[in-house]
């Protein structure tokens, strides 16, 4: 009897300790996923830059061909 009640409390712990490493399992997902979204941000913020930059050039090319129409003028 005291035997089984031993080996009952072994899986008892194993379960525990089971579900614990699920617990851990879950958690690490969640963090891969928010450094996924955190990377996705970041890749949305470098291409809002490039945009930015490609509207400067833009605005700096008018801005060339607006001085041109000056000196012709």
Do not use: S
Request: proline share 0%.
């Amino acid at each position: 009897m005291l035997f089984d009640a031993t080996k009952v409390q072994v899986d008892a712990t194993k379960v525990q300790v089971d579900a614990t490493k699920v617990q851990v399992d879950a958690t690490k997902v969640q963090v891969d996923a928010t450094k996924v979204q955190v990377d996705a941000t970041k890749v949305q913020v470098d291409a809002t830059k490039v945009q930015v930059d490609a509207t400067k050039v833009q605005v700096d090319a008018t801005k060339v061909q607006v001085k041109r129409l000056v000196c012709i003028t």
